[in-house]
Every structure is written in structure tokens, then in C-alpha cells.
């Protein structure tokens, strides 16, 4: 959204978009906004009977769902490049031992896969399907743990654009995490020649 550089604005860079004094600057706000909305979409709660928690994103933080006296500790391990599996610890204290029945909600993102993606309630396997919600329900006790390990891989995916002359752009991700996205300013790369990524089954790029 900003040039990366210090003592630099979008009106000094190629794009000259926003100037002080007769155009908007609406990305200053916007860009930043965007991302502070992420914390109030982490949990949601419904009300029912079992009463439910959904959990939607995956971020390290202390959830404290006073309903029904459960603290939901929350941890995200650290994604490094030689292991690729994404890995959710969700951790419960009770307030009160043996409470009431609840449920929690846990979304399976639909980018993971089948194939190495594992759910597990302290020493549990749980059925998952990429692209729902997994849901546990039981009466809580402190020290209840649902693990999720999901499995990432290497790839490229077409950008989002209907107008033909960028149909042919791919970003490359490590699932969820975009790594490279070219842009029409970043077509002077010099390769040579026309180049296609490919993946092979070792998750290796050849370009």
C-alpha cells in the first residue's frame, strides 16, 4: 500500500497518486485500516444450546469467553520454509470444572489438504475437512488441548484480474503466505526470455 522507504509518500513515487492540497489520499487510511480490522474478526460467538464459539483466525493471543467461563489460550508455532506444516495449539482453562457443554468452531482453511492436515483433542485424532469448520463439543476441562497441523505446500496461483492483458500474471504462495506478486511496474525484469513457473512433486520451483 506504501512505498517501503523512509521520509517517502505515494505522491513522490512512480505512481504520484495524492498530493496536500486537490486529491484524496484515501490508501494513507484505508491500507491501515485493513489491517486493524483483523482483531475483531478472530471469534465469534453464538448463542445456543450447546452455546458455540467459532475461532477464525489463527493468531497467539488469550481469548476469555465469559459466557461460559473458559479462558482459550491460543498459539500459532513459528512457519519456517523446511517444515511445512502449520501448527494451532488451542489450549482451555475452566473457570468452573465439570461446567456446562459448549462447543467450539474451529475453520479449516480451504487452503490446506487432506493428505498430511491433522486434528487432534489432547490425544484424540479428530476428522477434518479443508474448507469447513471442525467442531468439538464436550463439557471443558483445564489443560483440554485441540491441536491443528496443517499442511502447506509451495505454489502458484492467477491473480485476480478480469482484464485479459494480466490474465497470464501468478503469484507464488506458501500456503497462506504470498511470497512474490508481480506487478505491470515490475514487468522490466530482465529473464531473457519468456519463463513459466512450474511445480514439480518435490514442491520445487523450475523456471
Not at 509518500?9 to 489491517?35: L, Q, R, V
Request: charged letters at 20%; one cysteine or more; aromatic letters at 12%.
Amino acid at each position: 500500500m506504501l512505498p517501503q522507504a523512509p521520509g517517502t509518500t505515494k505522491a513522490m513515487s512512480y505512481h504520484g497518486w495524492g498530493n496536500k492540497f486537490d486529491s484524496f489520499w484515501c490508501c494513507y487510511g484505508i491500507g491501515i485500516e485493513s489491517f486493524s480490522k483483523l482483531g475483531d474478526s478472530i471469534y465469534f460467538e453464538e448463542e445456543t444450546n450447546p452455546a458455540g464459539l467459532y475461532v477464525k483466525n489463527f493468531i497467539f493471543g488469550l481469548f476469555d469467553w465469559k459466557a461460559e467461563g473458559i479462558l482459550l489460550h491460543q498459539k500459532v508455532e513459528r512457519v519456517v520454509s523446511w517444515d511445512p506444516i502449520f501448527i494451532v495449539k488451542l489450549t482451555i482453562f475452566s473457570k468452573e470444572e465439570a461446567g456446562n457443554s459448549s462447543t467450539l468452531n474451529l475453520r479449516i482453511p480451504q487452503w490446506t489438504y487432506s493428505d498430511g492436515a491433522k486434528a487432534t483433542l489432547n490425544v484424540k485424532d479428530l476428522p477434518l475437512v479443508p474448507g469447513t469448520f471442525l467442531s468439538v463439543s464436550r463439557k471443558w476441562s483445564s489443560g483440554d488441548q485441540l491441536t491443528l497441523q496443517l499442511s502447506m505446500i509451495l505454489k502458484t496461483e492467477a491473480i485476480k484480474d478480469d482484464r485479459p492483458e494480466y490474465g497470464s500474471i501468478q503469484e507464488i504462495l506458501y500456503d497462506p503466505y504470498l511470497l512474490v506478486g508481480l506487478t505491470k511496474y515490475d514487468w522490466d525484469i530482465k529473464t531473457g526470455k519468456a519463463t513459466s513457473l512450474l511445480l514439480d512433486n518435490s514442491n520445487s520451483i523450475h523456471v
